[in-house]
């Protein structure tokens, strides 16, 4: 039997409730503590669960047994939850953002180096079956080398009914912060990972919030590879309308959403309302989705649209896999229905490498560098100048710049 890992999951906020599921998916992982200041949450997952409660994240890793924890608090706590952990020899698996501030990654990086912990970037769109397929169609060389890729989102982030501190730029809030690393993180991958520069720029035209709604970026690979990010959270047109009606879960997105009336919150949602709410519904909202996995119309999630453009082909995901286009016409590539959402993938890259003794990926250095090429896009904007990056890390994926053999 491999490696046997607990996991203990610090933050009880939305986040906690998708990625729960993906615990019991991992064969040899046991999910047995939590850590929240909210007593009515601590009980909700106690009850749920049987795990072991805590009222802070250092309780839990000095007195709960755990391995690993997962970082769910709010993104300007990720550093320092990431830093206790690690200290107290646990590794650990962050939510993206992995922090707020490049100075923050610096000492998460150089905190779990020192404690000799593994670290992997959670929430990460490469984690996803069709994101990992086209990598391997990249490296195999059939279609020659990458010299460009557009990804672009258009949803209703926006329009979510969030609290404060995810509309507060300061606290990690935004769409920038919070969607940027999932189209960075794609492009970083299938590109070869090292980001040159970056060329950006953001908007605020949601008339009620005063944070980033949208963004544009270029990005310059040191390879040659050239990248487009185009993000949209202002709800109007959403790409589920060309993603065969299918989002991040790859199950079918009901009409009303798509083309019916859109809702307009006009102010942050109170806290105190926002995680009374939360605790009311969503425990029943994960048991919904348990009871609907492996049901009904399931088939590739998405984050928008990925178009890679090769030497001798281009590649996009189908609603059941992959597209790739050549001199011979379209093919499809059929990929299984992504099985696993949240939290199963980055805990078996822990135990894997654990079991083979080997590094993990996505690890603290790629968090780093995909934060800094957000944190980028933002600097790009207010300085109406290009941004050169210095902490970029190396992709697994081969997208060289010199021509690859057939």
Known sequence: MGVELRVGLAGLGAAAYQ?????????????????????????????????????????????????????????????????????????????????????????????VERCGVRYVQGHSKIHRPSIKAMGQVISSGRLGRVFHINTWNYNSW???????????????????????????????YLGGGMVRSVRGVTGRWYPYFDVEGNYAAFLDFDSGVTALMYFSGYGHFTTFEITWDRGESGAKMPQEVIYGPRRTPTAPV?????????????????????????????????????????????????????????????????????????????????????????????????GRASLEACLAIMESSRERREVYLKYQTSSPVRAETRAISA
Not at 161 to 187: C, N, S, Y
Request: glycine fraction near 10%; aromatic fraction near 8%.
């Open 270 to 366: 109170p806290s105190e309302d926002f995680y009374r709410k939360l605790e009311a519904t969503g425990m029943k909202d994960l048991e919904r989705r348990e009871a609907a996995a492996g049901k009904g119309d399931v088939a590739q999630d998405f984050f928008g649209v990925t178009i890679v453009s090769c030497e001798r082909g281009d590649i996009r995901q189908s609603e059941h896999g992959l597209y790739v286009y050549t001199e011979q016409g379209r093919e499809e590539i059929l990929l299984p229905p992504a099985s696993t959402g949240r939290g199963a993938p980055e805990v078996a890259e822990i135990k894997a490498s654990i079991e083979k003794n080997r590094p993990v990926f996505p690890d603290a250095g790629w």
């Open 19 to 111: 990625v729960v599921p993906g615990f019991s998916k991992v064969e040899g992982v046991e999910f047995t503590a939590v850590a929240d200041i909210r007593p009515g949450a601590l009980k909700l997952f106690k009850d749920k669960f049987g795990v072991a409660t805590f009222t802070s994240v250092e309780e839990m890793c000095r007195k709960g047994e755990v391995d690993v924890v997962y970082v769910a608090t709010p993104n300007h706590f990720h550093a320092e939850h990431t830093i206790i952990a690690a200290e107290c020899g646990k590794h650990v698996i962050c939510e993206k953002p992995m922090a707020t501030t490049i100075e923050e990654a610096n000492r998460m990086v150089k905190t």
């Open 158 to 188: 926006l329009r979510q009914p969030w609290e404060a501190a995810t509309l507060d730029p300061k606290r990690g809030g935004g769409v920038v912060f919070r969607q940027g690393p999932h189209q960075m993180d794609i492009l970083r």
